[in-house]
């Protein structure tokens, strides 16, 4: 028996999805996804919202981010396990589900462990965007695996950088981002220590994976009216900044109630005052005061961001045919007669 159309939903395979990157553009697409988030952003109030949540183990952590507004539905199902990519595995890997708020019938199946680089990618961009010191054109990019590529080209595209200056503690890896980003119009500078790579940089991004608590950026590394960009500290006992640089900063956040757990600011008080993203771009808090102050995006990842890139692949289904109509869903011609429909399968 064939399923009619409504119960088959649309498949973006890997191989779909990183199709349907080149057939946009790989800025093009990240800048799509940054809109996409800074309009859902704008209706930050009409989401349901709530700390992702977490199965933690000694080696890593599987996670389930669900959000919804009052047309649709998505949650994403994300791992970080730091020791991954010894084993030849990555990381992060992800895939996730966007759904009909009226029907409850979901609409999109998605790989996201792309769409995962690209909407952090979109997001670091995005708030940049608002809090980076007027004229940066260089980035310090630490942690060169499987995000820094998209980081440096989000910031480019969107943030006008055309300097970055890689370091790794694993010189192979910034040997791969390095060449990985020639022919991007970036400027390119290998540095073989943080020390270096920081220097003459206004935007200070932290992407590295460690599962416990790193300093990758002391005090006295970070000088006044500079823009960090701390992604790599998404856990419960795993963050990459000195606490005094925190003391020192002007922090914004995604969602205040997951990022208390999971992200820099898990080494400060419970009350230590943040600002959230969302209320900086509808203008309902201020942004970057001066051009000396430090200001800090304290990313985790939140749900609405994944929300903003499947429905930017959603669309994209339909404007470019890339997807595999998957029978996902049973569909009994009496919807009331689901036995009926798998005893008439056995003949
Ligand atoms: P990855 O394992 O591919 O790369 C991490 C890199 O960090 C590796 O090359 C490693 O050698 C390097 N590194 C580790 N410790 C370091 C140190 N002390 N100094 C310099 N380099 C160091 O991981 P990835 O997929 O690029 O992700 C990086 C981090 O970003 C992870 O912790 C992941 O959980 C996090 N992440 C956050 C978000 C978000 O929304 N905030 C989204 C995706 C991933």
């Given amino acids: 028996m064939m399923p009619s159309d409504k119960a088959l939903v649309p498949f973006v395979s890997v191989d779909h999805m990183m199709q349907m ?5 790989l800025a093009r697409m990240i800048t799509r996804i940054a809109d996409a988030i800074e309009d859902d952003f704008r209706r930050w109030e009409s989401f349901d919202k709530t700390p992702r949540v977490a199965a933690h183990s000694p080696v890593g952590v599987i996670e389930l981010m669900p959000t919804a507004n009052d047309t649709l539905y998505a949650f994403k199902y994300v791992n970080g396990h730091p020791k991954n990519t010894t084993d030849g595995l ?14 409850g019938y979901p609409v ?16 670091s961009a995005l708030a940049a965007r608002y809090l980076a010191p007027e004229g940066a054109d260089t980035m310090a990019m630490i942690g060169n695996g499987a995000q820094a590529e998209f980081q440096s080209i989000a910031m480019q595209a969107i943030c006008g950088i055309t300097t970055v200056r890689l370091y790794d503690k694993d010189p192979a890896a910034t040997a791969k981002c390095a060449a990985n980003l020639a022919g991007t119009g970036l400027k390119v500078v290998p540095c073989d220590s943080a020390e270096a790579a920081i220097e003459g940089a206004q935007i200070l991004t932290t992407c590295t994976a460690d599962k416990q608590y790193a300093t990758i950026l002391t005090d006295n590394m970070v000088g006044s009216g500079v823009h960090i960009n701390a992604i790599g500290g998404d856990c419960p006992g795993k963050t990459e900044l000195a606490n005094a640089i925190l003391h020192r900063s002007s922090i914004f956040v995604e969602y205040p109630p997951q990022t208390r757990i999971e992200g820099e600011i898990q080494q400060l008080d419970p009350d230590h005052p943040v600002t959230e993203v969302w209320q900086v771009i509808t203008g309902a808090a201020k942004g970057r005061r ?4 430090i200001t800090l995006f304290d990313s985790v990842g939140f749900a609405i ?15 470019t045919g890339l997807n595999l109509p998957l029978d996902l869903l049973a569909d009994p011609d009496n919807p009331r007669d689901l036995y009926g429909m798998l005893m008439r399968a056995a003949g």
């Fill in 290 to 293: 001066d051009a000396r102050e």
């Fill in 305 to 319: 961001e994944d929300f903003s890139a499947l429905r930017v692949v959603h669309d994209l289904t339909r404007e």
């Fill in 108 to 123: 999109l199946l998605s790989e996201m462990t792309l769409l995962t680089a690209l909407r952090t990618a979109a997001m």
């Fill in 90 to 103: 990555q990381t992060v890997t992800a895939f996730g589900l966007l759904a009909d708020m009226h029907t």
């Fill in 21 to 25: 990157v080149h057939r946009v553009g």
